[in-house]
């Protein structure tokens, strides 16, 4: 039995010496330390200049990654309807903040105010989410989020992506 203990770990450490060599001198080796992709992003939360005491809660792409997956949260785009066909989160219905007396209640009529939101825009430099989101606070939805990295984060992160043909 001792033997046989003995010659399995004399085949496992010869492996294991084997694969290191052999990696090493592979034109196709694998890096033994590498700075891995994050599959979701970024958990800090970015915050826009003009933010007021009041606003909708800010959330990280983590966070926004995390409620797209619930599959019970709507995500608004309020980017002009030529951005949001060009590309948007997958599934996200489009009501341009721009346009709001347009499209407000053909979008938000069939939603109450216990559903939960998280609304976008193009990113850093767009505010027109947080601008939706107060103006949907004072119409009584309490559940609304504003994902401030935008469609420039999701899309830079890989996550779910739809666009219109």
């Known amino acids: 039995m001792a033997s046989s203990l003995r010659q399995a770990l004399l085949i496992i450490i010869a492996a294991a010496v084997l694969a290191v060599a052999t990696n090493s001198f592979s034109p196709n080796r694998i890096p033994w330390v590498g700075s891995w992709p994050s599959i979701s992003g970024s958990d800090s939360i ?18 926004a990654a995390a409620k797209y997956q619930s599959r019970g949260v709507v995500f608004i785009d309020a980017r002009l309807p030529a951005d949001f066909a060009v590309g948007h989160i997958k599934g996200a219905v489009n ?8 499209y407000y209640e053909s979008v938000l009529s069939e939603y109450g105010p216990s559903d939960e939101f998280v609304i976008y825009c193009s990113g850093e430099e767009c505010e027109l989410s947080l601008h939706l989101g107060r103006y949907m606070m004072t119409k009584g939805f309490s559940k609304v989020f504003v994902f401030f990295g935008g469609w420039r984060e999701w899309e830079k992160a890989r996550l779910p992506v739809s666009a219109e043909s």
């Open 46 to 63: 970015i915050v826009p200049p003009s933010y007021e005491e009041g606003d909708p809660p800010f959330i990280s792409l983590d966070d």
């Open 95 to 102: 009501l341009p903040f721009d346009y709001l007396d347009q």
